[in-house]
Nanobody
Framework: QVQLVESGGGLVQPGGSLRLSCAASGSIVSFATMAWYRQAPGLRRELVATITSSHATNYADSVKGRFFISRDNAKNTMYLQMNSLKPEDTAVYSC???????WGKGTLVTVSS
């Protein structure tokens, strides 16, 4: 059984930064590709970034150069460093064991002055 728990969301001003964490349980996690998704109100869920077990990364064009995904396999934790935040980054951010039905419940990020 895999459980994913996000943390680190909150309210931040435009141009600010936040770091999200996704704590995972389950032995399979260390070998799996992990992903961050986001869903803004009224919009479809969007894939933000992925990271393989060997730390290869991929990003959506909308966040490239501003967001950075990382993981600590020893801690079974994945991170999303978000810089230069914009109001359009406001969304619920969720982590996922990529390609599976294992999702976290999400954490809300609000970018507003």
């Amino acid at each position: 059984q895999v459980q994913l728990v996000e943390s680190g969301g909150g309210l931040v001003q435009p141009g600010g930064s936040l770091r999200l964490s996704c704590a995972a349980s389950g032995s399979i996690v260390s070998f799996a590709t992990m992903a961050w998704y986001r869903q803004a109100p009224g919009l479809r869920r969007e894939l933000v970034a992925t990271i393989t077990s060997s730390h290869a990364t991929n990003y959506a064009d909308s966040v490239k150069g501003r967001f950075f995904i990382s993981r600590d396999n020893a801690k079974n934790t994945m991170y999303l460093q978000m810089n230069s935040l914009k109001p359009e980054d406001t969304a619920v951010y969720s982590c996922r064991l990529y390609g599976t039905d294992y999702w976290g419940k999400g954490t809300l990020v609000t970018v507003s002055s």
